[in-house]
């Protein structure tokens, strides 16, 4: 992996071509075709499992991480049920617990389920909020509920436009509070919406504090909005997709002391940990509150054995994958110590980055504790640096994203997700973007040049 182009050099019509050799009126043997698609994965796929992809909360895979996700579709049990697949089960629950404690989430009846990932986490949360805050909603739905509303700062993750749109609350029912000029949710900016609110009528519900949010790693001011959810009679739920990597670090817990105060808590291993998509976690304070969201009465399936626990009363899901496996194999094989140097090796790479980019005259323009970097240059253009992140995946080094602000602005945007990344990765990418920055400095010099030169003549 470490010598190939970390972005696809396989073009479309390339891929397409090569795809409508395909015929599945004419079967093959397994082995050819595996080969075939293995050879289209390596070469049209920007490789997440590459030790220079700074890019978006995909880290690499570790052989647990695969083993445990190779296991769990050989034996396939069916999770969704403890009496079905007692040992999956109970291989999860005690995964989830120990993140449970690690978060510190106490509660006499806490709850917690592997998800699909950070989006599922987040309709979960919605939902038994929903729950809890409207005794009616579950019977008779949001035309009993008045007028909800939820709030999330601008940067809070996008996944919630689409549960709005889902759950039948409404794009416009998520208030979006503007944040700091460190990208945080500005607390006394919410507590005046909800106030205003109220006395227009509507009824606040849900308050989402990011805790690292996807385009810089902020992360949202949770003791302060732990007060005003309380004093307010709202939910709090804390979206640490990513963030949540905070609490295995015992230098990096501090950034995100209050995440404990939360209602619930979405968290992704599959962001965090060297395990493949998708293994999103979600963890609540109120466990009843979720039975009452998801419990149903079959009369097909059989009664459950009494003092366990049925994933599919407590989670939109069903027929449900071995998610937790891959999860739990990487705990046991690095242990707390070993994940703990895994995340503080990431967040010292991140420092790195900062350091050598700021070295050589960029700008730094996010400050989070954790390993995600956001820069630019002065008197770059926004076009420019749309040009760098191009040169730099089209040069396949390394790869990094850019980021468009609602400011018309736009930073390099560049996040340590692989376990492995060293040191000298690090240099490779500044030196790649230093290389990328010269291009596109020549290019423009040579459109002015030839628009003079054009003129002259
Ligand atoms: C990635 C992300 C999500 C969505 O999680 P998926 O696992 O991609 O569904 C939600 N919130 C935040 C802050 C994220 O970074």
Sequence with gaps: MRDLPVAPRLARDALRRRLAGFDFSRPRALETVVDEVADLLETGTLHPTHRRYFGLFNPGSSRAGVLGDGLAALYNPQVGAWWHSPAATEIEQLTLEHFRRRIGLESPEPAATFTTGGSEANLTAVLAALTRSFPRYGKEGLSACGWPAFYGSDQAHDSFV??????????????????????????????????????????????????????????????????????????????????????????????????????????????????????????????RSLEETFSVHTGYVPEPEPGTSEAYQHSIQWSRRFIGLKVFLTMAELGEAGVEALIDHQAAMGRLLRQSLTACGWRVTNDSPLPLVCFTRDGLSPDAIGAIARAVATEGIAW??????????????????????????????????????????????????????????
């Design 162 to 287: 689409k549960i709005a749109h889902a759950t039948g609350l409404g794009r416009r029912a998520l208030h979006r509070v503007r944040s700091d000029d460190r990208q945080r949710l500005d607390v006394d900016a919410l507590r005046e919406e909800i106030r205003r609110d109220r006395r227009e009528g509507r009824s606040p519900f849900l308050v989402i504090a990011t805790v690292g949010t996807t385009a810089t790693g902020a992360i949202d001011p949770l003791p302060e909005l732990a007060v005003l959810c309380r004093d307010e009679g709202l939910w709090l739920h804390a979206d640490a997709a990513w963030g949540g990597l905070a609490v295995l670090s015992g230098s990096l817990r501090r950034h995100v002391a209050g995440i404990e105060l939360a209602d619930s808590v979405t968290w992704d291993a599959h962001k965090t940990l060297p395990v493949p998509m998708g293994a999103g976690m979600f963890f609540c304070r109120w466990r």
């Design 400 to 457: 990094i994203s850019e980021l468009r602000l609602p400011s018309g602005e736009r930073w390099l945007r560049a996040c340590i997700t692989h376990h492995l990344t060293t040191a000298e990765d690090v240099q490779m990418l500044v030196d790649a973007v230093r290389r990328a920055f010269q291009v596109c400095c020549q290019a423009e010099r040579g459109v002015l040049l030839s628009g003079t030169a054009s003129r002259g003549l």
